[in-house]
Nanobody, 119 residues
Framework: QVQLVESGGGSVQAGGSLRLSCAAS????????MGWFRQAPGKEREFVAA??????YYAGSVRGRFTISRDNAKNTVYLQMNSLKPEDTAVYYC??????????????WGQGTQVTVSS
């Protein structure tokens, strides 16, 4: 019923910036929580950031560098990524649901978008 479509991924050198977008369709954008997760090759998917109403949450590895925001009028959530590091290289997924920092709290997932950071 709800589809999440991501955009904004790409390749960037260390220290650069990217902004990921996730547009929701299929229903009115009213889910209380939106989140971003990432998965690097050979690793488990991990929490990156979430927004619940106006409250934001971040993994320690990205706090101070990444910013999550949402625009309800556009049914879109964003992840601004600054000061990127090679260890940020991963497939990034957006998600919508009731939870915050765990995958079990989210009902809908995007297809993922690749972010590659070179040293």
């Amino acid at each position: 019923q709800v589809q999440l479509v991501e955009s904004g991924g790409g390749s960037v050198q260390a220290g650069g910036s990217l902004r990921l977008s996730c547009a929701a369709s299929g229903r009115t954008f009213s889910t209380s929580a939106m989140g971003w997760f990432r998965q690097a090759p050979g690793k488990e998917r991990e929490f990156v950031a979430a927004i619940v109403s106006s409250d934001t949450y971040y993994a320690g590895s990205v706090r101070g560098r990444f910013t999550i925001s949402r625009d309800n009028a556009k049914n879109t959530v964003y992840l601004q990524m600054n000061s990127l590091k090679p260890e940020d290289t991963a497939v990034y997924y957006c998600a919508a649901g009731r939870g915050v920092g765990s995958e079990s709290g989210y009902d809908y997932w995007g297809q993922g978008t690749q972010v590659t950071v070179s040293s």
